[in-house]
Structure formats: C-alpha cells, structure tokens
C-alpha cells in the first residue's frame, strides 16, 4: 500500500494549475518552445497550445508568450509570472510529500495491526504525526532551538521520564520531562515531536569536554557571530542542524572563536522542552 496525492488550483472552478501544467510550463521554459515541450511529454502540439491558452486566459497576467523575429525565428518564452507560478507550486509540493511522509507512518502503522492484529497496539487517530507537520507551520514560541524528530527512547522514574529524541539529521538529545507531561502529551517510541531549547541556556567550550555534568554535549562548528555590547549570538551548524546560542561579550572575547570553528555546544536536559 501507498499514499499519493497530487495539487489542483482552480479559478472559478476550473482548472488552473496542477502537476502537469507546471511541468508543461518548465519544458517551455528550457526549449523556449511549445513544440519541444509537446514532444517531450508525448502529448499534441495542439494539447500542449489548448493548455498554455486555457492558463494565460484564467490568469490576471499571461504565464507565456510568444516571441517574434530575432536570430532563432522567434519562441515562446515564460515570463515573471510564469516563474513565480512555478516555483510557489514546487513549494506548495514539498508542504505536501512532507505531510504525505507524515500519512505514511500512519499508513504502516495501520497495515501493521491488519497483520498481527494481536499483536499491534490499537491506532490513535489523535496521533501526534499529522499535527506535527501543522505545528512546524503554526507553531511560535520564544526557543531560538527547535529541533524536530522522534522518539527513540523513554526511560520512566517514578517522578519523571529520560526521553531521547533523534533529529532528522541523527542528532540525539535527552530531555527530562515529569510523568504527567509524558501522559498527557501521549509520548511513545516513535513520537514526532520537537524539541525546544532557549539559546541562552546553550553552553559553549572550545574543547572538548572530559567531562560534563550537562546531559547534551554536541559538536558543531561556528556558523556565524553577532556582537553586542553586553551579548553575543553565535550561531553553530551541527552536521546540517542549525542552533544558536547566547554568550557574554567578554566570553566571547576570551574564547576568541571565529567563524569555522570547531566548538562545543552543551544544556541541561531539565533545559529541553518537548513540543508536539
């Protein structure tokens, strides 16, 4: 089983753009021709003409148009429009094979209990995946941090939780989390959440440390430097993950960093705070 979906934009209920239109919309722009786009999606000039016709009528400004005299004989040529419409429907795709991927977790989670109907949990149509997509979207908080993963490991206390989140880009961070929070936010193994942490409670060392009371330690290297007259924000790129973190002027001075820098990055695991 699979999940697929595909866009439709409708002007008074017709349609305007979708997958196809958009592709046809490209080839032009690469051939400059309608012709060549036609026979490269295997479709009649007059398909291909019909379909560039139908989209500059429903727009307010035309996608396409034609190019006269000149060394080539002339063309088709897309315009700034056209490009704009290109590149917002390609954006408005990714949004959508992101929440397809989200579906898909659903999906295997449903095929599983079909086979080992006994063995496989019931499904929570209340499951944080779906939600966690609209949150990345929606959601606004005070964290600089948001780091966006899932739940590999829960360790229970009989006051609180050790969670273990790994990141899209297999960061691992533990957060610590009372029992209550672990309920009411129905965390489990394989949870989508995020994981929020406050730049000024990031801990920098420019060497490794032998050791750390700090739970998270992470290497990274400098990004970028703001100064200020009392702070400094410095930004650290961990293996693609971005995070920022708020040092004193005078640290800053005394530790002497730049840009490129390999650094150290540490926080409390009380300090992570768990989002769905």
């Not at 939600?131 to 993963?149: D, I």
Request: hydrophobic share 35%; aromatic share 8%.
């Amino acid at each position: 089983m699979e999940i697929q979906g595909r866009i439709w934009i409708k002007n008074h209920n017709i349609n305007f753009l979708g997958h196809g239109k958009i592709e046809l919309l490209e080839r032009i722009k690469q051939t400059g021709s309608i012709a060549k786009a036609a026979k490269e999606m295997k479709m009649s000039y007059k398909a291909a003409w019909d379909s560039i016709d139908m989209i500059n009528k429903a727009s307010k400004e035309p996608l396409v148009v034609a190019m006269s005299g000149g060394k080539g004989g002339g063309g088709t040529q897309i315009t700034p429009k056209g490009e704009e419409a290109i590149r917002i429907f390609k954006a408005m795709e990714e949004k959508q094979n992101q929440l397809l991927q989200f579906f898909k977790e659903d999906l295997k989670s449903w095929q599983e209990s079909q086979e080992h109907p006994k063995d496989s949990p019931k499904i929570d149509t209340k499951a944080p995946s779906v939600q966690s997509f609209v949150r990345k979207y929606v959601m606004k908080t005070s964290a600089r941090n948001q780091l966006f993963g899932k739940i590999v490991e829960i360790k229970e206390g009989k006051v609180n939780a050790h969670i273990t989140l790994e990141t899209t880009s297999n960061l691992k961070i533990k957060s610590i989390i009372t029992l209550t929070s672990l309920k009411e936010l129905g965390l489990q193994i394989g949870t989508q959440c995020y994981a929020l942490v406050k730049s000024s409670w990031i801990v920098v060392f420019t060497q490794k440390p032998k050791k750390c009371s700090l739970q998270n330690c992470l290497e990274g290297r400098v990004a970028q430097i703001k100064e200020g007259e009392v702070n400094c924000q410095v930004e650290i790129d961990s293996f693609g993950t971005p995070l920022c973190a708020i040092i004193t002027e005078e640290s800053y001075k005394d530790f002497g960093i730049k840009v490129g820098d390999k650094v150290w990055f540490g926080f409390k695991a009380n300090n992570v705070i768990l989002a769905i």
